[in-house]
């Protein structure tokens, strides 16, 4: 308070004046150590980033054997028992495999396997999601004063991204904001599927999820441009899978490829493969950002009245406003089976929607549950439970990203692989499958847990909708296509 008089216990105009000149320069020189941290972080990322690039040039020679043993993805004997038609010796599963499995595309792996690699890339991974998080902060602070998709604008680039038209709705969602992301950045970018013309001119194809496009329908005829000069895989698939092991021949050849999981992206470097961490950011303008007012039309939200009634949640953005308490949508797992036999009970005190579906055929838009469904709903949902199909838990981009942070809602999960910028206990939140259910129930029915629920999911779409950008994650994509241009990059990558 200013004192007008000679009141006691009043501060002084000088003395206010004085104290506010104090904060200020405190709050300049916090302001420039946290720079000078950010700047430090920034030129040791970068160094790590150089010295892994001079490191990995070269590193892996020879033919496909030596590829595959520097992946360490391959077991002879579990290669023998998920191909019990094979007659043929332990001794001489290596041989087989280089020279047939491989080629035809057989499951060569298991979750065991690759529990063991992961456990073995511990620090390297660790490193990497360190410095890739630092990067990412230091570009989301420059802000627009990189632009790296200048040179790209310049040389008139086109792009295409291509995705089966007969697979599962979540590799459309992540090609739609690979499309749209591309397209903010000014490139010249068009959406194609397997049904395309062939001879249509780009300088750059992305084929998103190669398990599905190059297997399903008429994809199968564009085996041969996967290895094409210009091609670009995205993979979304993770290496314990039948459908990894489906698509890591055309991996292997491809002259670019992304990632969609930090994980992956790093025993395919080590494979030789040429490869790049993307996970889609956030774009404000996308659909999938945006508030879906009107969810009436989707028929599992008939007869509610909520489903009726018009709804923005950045508007609302209040957790009282959501009348979906849980909301789960993925495919039949035995693992997913017995926990959601344990969260009965919710169903009983809380409104817990199960969007469930056998995982023989891709998950379409006439599967029950269309791509619209899943982000409008968790737009209403407080919590979104996401329950890994098998017990490596993988960072799942579509469940905890784009229908969690993006929409508001809080990401409850059982624990699994990190991935850079987001941290659990801060942006989403883990707890032992057996123990879920109790930790919702803390959540919902306490004040210190809707107060810790509330909490978190405002700091994930914070973080997503920031560090998370699209401008940000697009930014070593770029410099990545820039290089196999040819054209000079603005940014190491």
């Known amino acids: 308070m200013i004192a007008d ?40 990322a970068e160094r790590y980033i150089e010295a892994k690039q001079s490191i990995q040039t070269g ?11 520097a992946s360490g993805l391959f077991d002879p004997a579990s290669y023998l028992v998920l191909n019990p038609d094979l007659d043929i010796a332990r001794n001489d599963a290596w041989q087989h495999f280089c020279e047939h499995g491989l080629r035809e595309r057989r499951a060569f792996t298991t979750p065991e396997t690759v529990a063991r690699l992961l456990a073995e890339m511990a620090a390297p991974l660790q490193a990497e999601r360190f410095c890739l998080t630092r990067l990412a902060e230091a570009a989301f602070a420059k802000g627009d004063e990189v632009d790296v998709a200048a040179p790209l604008r310049r040389r008139g680039m086109k792009v295409a991204v291509f995705c089966s038209s007969l697979g599962n709705f979540y590799m459309r969602e992540i090609a739609d904001m690979l499309v749209w992301g591309l397209q903010a950045e000014g490139i010249d970018t068009a959406r194609r599927d397997e049904t395309s013309n062939p001879g249509e001119p780009f300088d750059l194809r992305v084929f998103v999820a ?10 199968k005829a564009w085996t041969e441009v996967a290895g094409a000069a210009g091609s670009v895989l995205y993979n979304v698939e993770q290496p314990q899978t039948q459908w990894f092991c489906r698509a890591f021949p055309l991996l292997l050849d491809a002259p670019l490829v992304l990632d969609i999981n930090l994980q992956s992206a790093m025993i395919l470097r080590r494979a030789g ?29 008939k007869g509610y009245d909520f489903a009726r009634q018009p709804y923005d949640w950045l508007a609302q953005n209040r957790l009282d406003e959501r ?33 469930y579906r056998e995982p023989s055929a891709p998950f379409t838009e006439q599967s029950g549950a269309a791509a619209e469904a899943g982000w409008a709903l968790a737009q209403r949902a407080k919590i979104v ?30 624990p699994g ?17 057996r123990h879920v259910g109790e930790l919702v129930r803390w959540l919902l029915e306490t004040e210190e847990g809707r107060d810790k629920l509330d909490r978190t999911r405002m700091a994930g779409y914070e973080r997503a909708s920031t560090v998370g950008s699209m401008h940000v994650a697009l930014a070593p994509v770029l410099g990545a296509f820039a290089t196999a241009l040819q054209i000079s990059s603005p940014i190491p990558l």
């Open 210 to 219: 190669p398990h599905e496009f190059f297997w399903l329908g008429q994809g």
């Open 417 to 433: 692989l990190s991935a850079p910028l987001f941290t659990p206990g801060v942006h989403y939140l883990e707890e032992n499958l």
């Open 385 to 414: 439970l996401n329950l890994h199909r098998d017990w490596i838990g993988y960072f799942e981009w579509p469940r905890i990203v784009l229908q969690g942070f993006w929409q508001g809602a809080c990401i409850v999960s059982d």
């Open 323 to 355: 009348p979906i308490d849980a909301l789960f949508i993925g495919a039949r797992a035995p693992r997913r089976d017995d926990a959601l036999i344990r969260l009965q009970a919710l169903a009983d005190r809380h409104r817990f929607w199960c969007i």
């Open 5 to 44: 008089g000679d009141e006691r216990g009043m501060i002084s105009g000088a003395d206010v004046v004085s104290l506010q000149s104090e904060i200020a320069a405190l709050l300049r020189r916090v302001t420039t150590a946290r720079q000078e941290e950010s700047a430090a972080s920034l030129r040791l």
């Open 273 to 301: 493969c040429n490869v790049v961490h993307f996970m889609p950011g956030h774009l404000p303008t996308a659909r999938y950002a945006q508030p879906c007012l009107d969810i009436s039309s989707i028929p599992i939200t």
């Open 59 to 69: 590193a892996v020679a020879g033919g496909i054997e030596a590829r595959l043993r």
